[in-house]
């Protein structure tokens, strides 16, 4: 059987490739539990900066969980097929930044598992939806919770009411995509930030991360106070000295990650 999950590797950047694409990558049992292996490998490596998920084809990022695996479920089935660790979380949790390059079909699952990632880039032939309601289901991946955090409570609820899908324009215009690209341009020009991004303090990246992440769960006052505390934790580093040194120096930083 080939792999569900390609990885590889292009400087300190890692991209995850979802690889059904006769099934539009959709997201079975196998290929999160793949997508849960590849993290955790890429977690541990130190030659890894940021990590970028798409899908293989031309046609689908991922076009939403397995409905093969659905028929005949009880709710058992399901509550063990939604065990702990769920790919979502842990994707939302990866200390590492995580850009989801959407290549086309992003719905369902997909489209929570990109909900999931710091920044999603679109190639303009993307599609985004949330069609569960479709087959009497509702988002099951964090959708009813990340999407209204994203793009507004009204938004939400149309996409996941209606099930209608929209193009990258409409979904760059409420918040969904944050870039869109042409499609020829989308691995190029993902790849050029994710290596930009890649370039910087690992250390830093990740604190960097943390306070923004913070932002969704914080109040103002509570992320500003815990701001001030990760910006003077900063300053217990060598990559901050290295940093200010090399801007006084007038050359670039060497970044340990200390
Ligand atoms: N789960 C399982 N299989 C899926 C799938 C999914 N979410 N999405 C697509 N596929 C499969 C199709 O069954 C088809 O398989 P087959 O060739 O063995 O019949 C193959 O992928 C190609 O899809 P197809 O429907 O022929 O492509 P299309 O271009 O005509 O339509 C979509 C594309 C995305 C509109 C359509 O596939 C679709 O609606 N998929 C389901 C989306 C969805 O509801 N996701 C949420 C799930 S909770």
Redesign the pocket.
């Known amino acids: 059987m080939p792999a569900t999950i390609l990885l590889e590797r292009e400087g300190r950047v890692a991209l995850i490739t979802v690889n059904r694409p006769?099934?539009?990558n959709?997201?079975?049992e196998q290929v999160r539990d793949d997508t849960l292996a590849a993290l955790a490998e890429i977690e541990h490596d130190d030659g890894v900066g940021v990590v970028v998920i798409t899908g293989a084809g031309e046609?689908?990022f991922?076009?939403?969980?397995?409905?093969?695996?659905?028929a005949g479920r009880t709710p058992f089935d399901q509550r063990h097929a939604m065990r702990s660790p769920r790919v979502f979380d842990i994707m939302a949790a990866f200390p590492k930044p995580v850009i989801a390059m959407v290549n086309g079909?992003c719905?369902?699952?997909?489209c929570e598992l990109a909900l999931s990632c710091d920044l999603i880039i679109a190639s303009e032939k993307a599609?985004f939806?949330?069609?569960?309601i479709?087959?009497g289901?509702i988002?099951?991946g964090g959708g009813t919770q990340r999407l209204p955090r994203r793009v507004g409570i009204g938004h939400a609820m149309r996409l996941i009411l209606s099930?209608d899908?929209i193009g990258a324009a409409e979904a760059k215009e409420i918040g969904l995509a944050d870039l869109v690209v042409p499609h020829e341009e989308l691995r190029s020009k993902t790849m050029e930030l994710a290596q930009k991004m890649a370039g910087k303090s690992p250390l830093t990246l990740k604190v960097a991360k943390e306070a923004v992440r913070a932002s969704q769960r914080l109040s103002i006052e509570d992320g500003i106070a815990y701001e001030r505390d990760l910006f003077c934790l900063c300053f217990s580093t060598a990559d901050k000295e290295e940093g200010v040194k090399a801007f006084l120096e007038k050359r670039p930083a060497a970044w340990t990650g200390r």
Do not use: H, Y
């Open positions: 006769d099934k539009l959709a997201l079975n046609k689908s991922i076009a939403g969980a397995d409905i093969g695996e659905f079909f719905l369902g699952g997909g599609r939806g949330q069609p569960e479709n087959l289901l988002p099951g099930g899908m």
